[in-house]
């Protein structure tokens, strides 16, 4: 961003500091962009009797580790904290690596048939992915690969959504001049995709990368129909466990459910920020 | 690394303004887009079908062929355990007469309004906020609004659940507080969705506002700077320095909200409690319709009928986005 | 980054999932053995009780059981009907009485037990339950309230009433018909297909009483403290109610006797005058569908009225009652509108909201879970008509699974009285083992939160004497019809005319394919 000075002179363009409304404004938002959080740490914290009180108790309480020891009897939890993660960086890496092989194909190279498959990616975007559980399953199950973290990573290595992200990014980011220089000097297309553009992108990459995994992190229905023994489960399934009982015990789950987000808002903490300038990046520029 | 501050219209030679002409702090309206090829012709195009062919052949794979085969069964009276008679159009003709499937419709269309304009606003709001050079703690708030977005929607839908309990939800206590009697979130159909397009909002408003800030800031200051030198208020800058250079940032969210807000389907499950989404169908978005059919009423050809149906109407939705905001960019400049 | 903010994270992550790895540890049994067998069960809720499990695993160290709860809906919807086409899955599933119906129309996908027998794996099982340390005792948790009992001996465990109780063996040879003595006869039926075979035995029966709070029933006049003290409240309350219409003018009575500020807090009788209806329609033998002598049975009968073939959802003078008896009890105003299940509904327990419930055996630990500061103010009374029934299970084994054998000996012992004992003490939940009715621990038990009423004879008395009812295939799906039309009457939305006809049309959709 490049800031111009002003010439000096008496009408000089007053930029507005930011108002009480504004701080107010932004404060609202940030309470109830963190207030869920903190209500399922209260409920799993003082067990579900408090909160059935009238008032219900707003401060967190003292029997969160009890709550938490709950949870892990139950399922086994960190092997289910385990097979996620690895289940969503070996998705967000493949998901990335292909999403930028096709995105820059589409964006920067011409061949027959580009218009008709950029359609086709865009128009697939939009199918109900309830539809199509059952005969993937039955695919899935003719490989054996039933109750497998392969039946979780191998049809999630590709997305329509991050060739869609990519394309629009390389297309915004890449100036064509550079590819232009690039391939003067004899550089071929592999070359040039690798030296020049995976570079450049690099950033959005690996934003397109943490939404996958945060996609992958909050999956549900598949995982829950495809893993079967608790030590596979993936962290949604394992928080489901909690549930599917007759009794909510709501203490229970709102535990589990902190427990599934909990590394998430860790890693968030690492690398918030990185998350932050990169959407920013990857945004189009009007 | 270096970014180069391009448009996404086929010419890339810009690099912000041309130079030496004087600009009008009003943004003109971009000319038609041509539809050109955007890359590089000395590239060597062949090149494409490789880079593809992976991301396709997957995609055949385990994205389409699935769905295929569930648009195949549409013709069916389809039982996976019993029989399989084939039967035309009659799941068509049936849904077209199937009060419930327009009811779906318009409450995907219902939640679809509500989560969507008021959040963009939000959003536009809170990046012009963000925006602020004054700003303290920049980063800060930057960061919280982003927060809602990595949660599950299971979870989530528990926690807005009880938030939003007729007698003792906290939603209904603030309201209290207010003079506002108790609104049944879950009986009310309007209340209801209310509820599910806050539901989406929280989730996405941060993100969005993000990339509102991000398209805000690639805005010249020198344009609000003439603009203010030519006596233009706070508001006025807004509407035609702002707003115009958002235009393509607003396309681009509208898109995405809207094929994502038309499939909506775990936060009305959850918060409804059950497939057939309430006594009035007041959960039931076409998704959940499709599930509640197929997997619960045991109509699996009708589901599918349902899929098929889904899918022309976000095409068509889509379709007219994509023709208005092409509209828009080739308006004249006021 | 922040070198600070990422040690405060990685700081706090270990503190917390530190937490959890040394229980989870504690909660594991160590393996020396290596598995030979894995046996899947997919379940839902507290079907498959967890310390059960434990022990026969400990007996069986080499067979691994793996459980899986799900929602019923996604289980009987989605998954087991993937499972059976692609015959891969589950070896051991847990139905829920109301897809009975549904799963015997499909009697393909499960194995006839009939033609089962055990071997002799657990004929003679010796080993310890689990225990956990505390405090270096060793206890083992006996109920959701965890309540430690101290661990004595190998082959029994002395429980809270400090009887002794013993480990069950099973002998080998049982096929299904060996132990169908064992259970009630309507709740066997419920899993036999029409050709006589056995998919499914039954495991808990829901049975149905009324829960009603002794306090405010005192407040409201309708029985004296000492009444409820002494035990005879509950005969007392149960003689005001012999039959529906007198229950709802208990319920005007005791609407009546509220204050102005309750009322206006809408506070009232029953949680939901919704319950009236399932519970009545679980009192009659034919609720949606006829036997015709098909696994599937029939929608459609003669109505006697017209002389022609309908469904009988339209014209049954059963359903009509029930639907015409929730009408009058709502414009009595003796309902609040709470949900059943909806995070309002234990909010209401615990502040006094509705006096009464409608629970079949399961919901009395839901209900000492969620409201525990309600201990000792509830009792349980018969229900109006004369028993009733809601929810259950079957277990069953699939046709499609590889460990057939090992499966049924699980089952089968799993299944044997002593274990089902167990599963009562643990969590209320009423086995349909009619054999243990007249055990003591289920004779004489009472339940301190139920002002020490005798629940175990109370629910078994009143589920001898309910009849089968046949369930058929879409048997979830119109209750749901139903108790949405009723909403919408109760909320006030539509006339109960007009309801039934929205209801009758969405029936005939949801119905089209049923024979």
Not at chain 3, 387 to 404: A, F, M, P, R
Request: net charge positive; glycine share 8%.
């Amino acid at each position: 961003m490049t800031t111009v000075t002003a010439p000096v002179q008496n009408r000089r363009p007053k930029w507005q500091k930011v108002g009480l409304g504004g701080y107010i404004a932004l404060g609202l938002m940030a309470f109830l962009s963190v207030f869920p959080f903190y209500w399922m740490f209260v409920v799993a914290s003082n067990g579900t009797e408090e909160v059935s009180k009238i008032p219900p108790a707003l401060l967190p309480g003292p029997r969160f580790l009890t709550v938490i020891e709950g949870v892990y009897q139950a399922v086994p939890f960190n092997t289910a904290l385990i097979n996620t993660t690895i289940v969503g960086v070996v998705v967000a890496v493949a998901q990335v690596f292909f999403s930028a092989l096709a995105g820059f194909a589409f964006a920067k190279l011409d061949f027959r048939g580009r218009r008709g498959m950029i359609v086709f990616v865009i128009a697939t975007m939009m199918l109900p992915s309830q539809l199509g559980i059952i005969p993937l399953y039955i695919l899935i199950a003719g490989w054996g690969w039933v109750n497998t973290l392969l039946a979780l990573i191998v049809p999630a290595l590709v997305t329509a959504f991050g060739v869609f992200w990519m394309r629009q990014v390389i297309d915004a980011q890449v100036p064509n001049e550079m590819l232009e220089a690039a391939s003067i000097d004899g550089a071929g297309v592999m070359r040039v995709y690798w030296s020049i553009v995976l570079p450049i992108i690099r950033q959005s990459g690996f934003v397109l990368g943490l939404f996958s995994f945060l996609a992958t992190w909050n999956d549900f229905l598949w995982p829950n129909l495809v893993l079967q023994s608790p030590d596979m489960y993936t962290a949604q399934v394992a928080v489901n466990q909690l549930k599917a009982s007759y009794v909510i015990d709501y203490a229970l789950n709102l535990g589990g459910a902190f427990m599934a987000t909990a590394p998430l808002l860790l890693l968030f903490v690492v690398v918030g920020r990185r998350l932050v300038s990169g959407v920013m990046d990857g945004a189009v520029k009007g | 690394m270096s970014h180069v501050v391009a448009n996404p219209s086929p010419r890339p030679k810009d690099k912000g303004r041309s130079k030496g002409a004087p600009s009008p702090w009003r943004q003109k309206k971009k000319p038609k887009e041509q539809a050109e090829f955007p890359g590089l012709r000395s590239l060597n195009g062949k090149w494409g079908y490789l880079f593809v062919a992976p991301f396709i052949i997957m995609f055949l794979i385990f994205g389409l062929a699935p769905v295929l085969y569930s648009t195949f069964i549409a013709f069916y009276d389809y039982d996976p355990l019993g029989e399989q008679t084939f039967i035309g159009f009659d799941n068509f003709a049936y849904l077209m007469e199937d009060s419930t499937f327009w009811t779906s419709i318009f409450n995907t269309f219902d939640i679809w309004f509500w989560s969507t304009f008021p959040q963009m606003a939000m959003s536009i709001g809170l990046a012009a906020i963000l925006r602020n050079r004054f700003l303290k703690a920049k980063t800060f708030w930057r960061t919280i609004l982003l927060v809602p977005n990595i949660t599950s929607v299971l979870a989530v839908a528990i926690v807005f659940g009880q938030l939003f309990g007729r007698d003792f939800g906290m939603v209904n206590m603030v309201l209290g507080w207010f003079g506002i009697p108790n609104i049944d979130f879950i009986e009310d159909p309007f209340a209801a969705h209310i509820a599910i397009a806050s539901m989406i909002t929280w989730r996405w408003v941060g993100y969005n506002a993000l990339i509102f800030l991000a398209a805000m800031l690639a805005i010249p200051d020198e344009l609000y700077e003439s603009a203010s030198l030519d006596g233009a208020k706070s508001w006025q800058q807004f509407r035609y320095v702002t707003l115009p250079g958002l235009r393509n940032t607003i396309t681009f969210v509208l898109i995405v909200g809207t094929i994502g807000g038309l499939q909506v389907f775990a936060e009305p499950l959850t918060l409804g409690g059950s497939t057939s989404g309430g006594s009035e169908h007041q959960f039931s978005t076409l998704t959940l319709f499709l599930y509640d059919q197929a997997f619960v009423a045991n109509q699996w050809g009708y589901g599918a009928a349902i899929g098929i149906m889904i899918t022309i109407i976000v095409l068509i939705i889509s379709g007219i986005n994509f023709l208005a905001t092409r509209a828009l960019t080739t308006g004249e400049a006021k | 980054m922040n070198i600070k903010k990422f040690t405060a994270g990685i700081a706090l992550a270990a503190l917390v999932f530190g937490a959890g790895v040394s229980s989870a540890t504690a909660a594991e049994t160590e393996r020396e053995v290596a598995i030979t067998k894995t046996i899947t069960i997919w379940t839902f809720g507290d079907v498959i009780e967890p310390n059960l499990v434990l022990q026969y695993k400990k007996a069986h160290p080499d067979i691994l059981l793996e459980i899986k709860k799900s929602d019923l809906a996604a289980m009987n919807g989605t998954d087991m009907t993937a499972a059976c086409t692609s015959k891969t899955g589950p070896d051991i599933v847990a139905v829920e009485v109301q897809y009975s119906g549904k799963w015997r129309s499909y009697s393909k996908c499960f194995q006839d037990l009939k033609k089962m027998k055990t071997s002799s794996a657990n004929s003679e099982m010796t080993t310890t339950y689990s225990t956990v340390k505390r405090n270096s005792k060793n206890y083992y948790k006996l109920d959701a309230n965890e309540n430690p009992i101290k661990v004595k001996n190998s082959n029994f465990y002395i429980d809270s009433t400090g009887a002794k109780v013993n480990v069950g063996s099973i002998k080998a040879g049982l096929s299904a018909t060996s132990i169908k003595p064992q259970f009630i006869p309507w709740r066997w039926e419920q899993g036999v297909g029409h050709d006589g075979s056995v998919i499914g035995i039954p495991t808990d029966v829901g049975g149905m009483e009324v829960l009603y709070r002794t306090d405010l029933f005192v407040k409201a006049g309708l029985i004296t403290a000492a009444q409820s003290k002494n035990g005879t409240g509950r005969e007392i309350v149960s003689k005001m109610w012999p039959t529906w219409e007198k229950f709802i003018e208990t319920g005007k009575k005791y609407v009546s006797k509220l204050s102005a500020a309750d009322k206006k807090k809408g506070v009232g009788f029953i949680d939901n005058v919704g319950g009236i209806f399932t519970a009545m329609l679980n009192q009659s033998p034919v609720k949606y569908y006829k036997d015709n002598k098909t696994d599937a049975g029939t929608i459609f009968d003669t109505n006697p009225k017209t002389k022609k073939k309908e469904p009988i959802y339209s014209f049954s003078p059963q359903i009509k009652k029930a639907w015409d008896n929730v009408i009058i009890a709502d414009k009595a105003k003796i309902g609040t509108r709470t949900a059943q299940f909806s995070p309002d509904w234990p909010v209401g327990m615990n502040n006094g909201k509705f006096a009464v419930i409608m629970a079949p055996a399961w919901m009395m630990d839901y209900v000492k879970q969620q409201a525990p500061l309600t201990k000792g103010k509830w009792d349980v009374a018969s229900l109006p008509g004369g028993g009733g029934n809601l929810g259950g299970t079957q277990l069953g084994i699939t046709s499609y699974s590889d460990e057939k054998q090992a499966a049924w000996d699980f089952l089968a012992w799993y299944l044997a009285p002593e274990q089902q004992l167990q599963v009562f003490r643990t969590y209320g939940l009423f086995p349909s083992t009619k054999s243990i009715y007249n055990d003591a621990s289920v004779k004489d038990y009472k339940d301190p939160f139920f002002n020490n009423a005798p629940v175990g004879k109370i629910y078994s008395t009143g589920i001898l004497k309910l009849k089968p009812i046949f369930e058929g295939e879409l048997n979830p799906v119109i209750d749901k019809a139903f108790g949405d039309g009723l909403a919408r009457v109760s909320a006030g939305k539509k006339t109960s005319a007009t309801s039934w006809k929205i209801t009758m049309d969405e029936l005939k959709k949801l119905t089209r394919g049923a024979k």
